[in-house]
């Protein structure tokens, strides 16, 4: 079993920056791939960015550039920092690994780009 919390959204004017965090529970989170998607009214979820148990890194091309994912085996924590913040950038980011073919699920974070 795998609990997954994010943090760290809010509200950002356009051309900002964020942080967000995910802490996911248990010993073997090195050894597994984690994601960051995310969910925008009225459209469906799609990836982000996701980062390998090696730190292999692969981004959607509407954030690459903009975004770096990153993780801390040590701390059990993936980040995902956003640069120059767009307004279709608001949506509710999720975290998610997927272990012994199991999808788990943080609950989300909202992210609300606007001025």
């Known amino acids: 079993q795998v609990h997954l919390a994010e943090s760290g959204g809010g509200l950002v004017q356009p051309g900002g920056s964020l942080r967000l965090s995910c802490f996911a529970s248990g010993s073997i989170f090195s050894t597994y791939t984690m994601a960051w998607y995310r969910q925008a009214p009225g459209k469906e979820r799609e990836l982000v960015a996701d980062?390998?148990?090696?730190?292999?890194?692969h981004y959607a091309g509407a954030v690459k550039g903009r975004c770096t994912i990153s993780r801390d085996n040590a701390k059990n924590t993936v980040y995902l920092q956003m640069n120059s913040l767009r307004p279709e950038d608001t949506a509710v980011y999720y975290c998610?690994?997927?272990?012994?073919?199991?999808?788990?699920w943080g609950r989300g974070t909202l992210v609300t780009v606007s001025s």
């Open positions: 980062i390998t148990s090696v730190g292999s890194t």
């Open positions: 998610n690994t997927a272990m012994y073919g199991v999808d788990y």
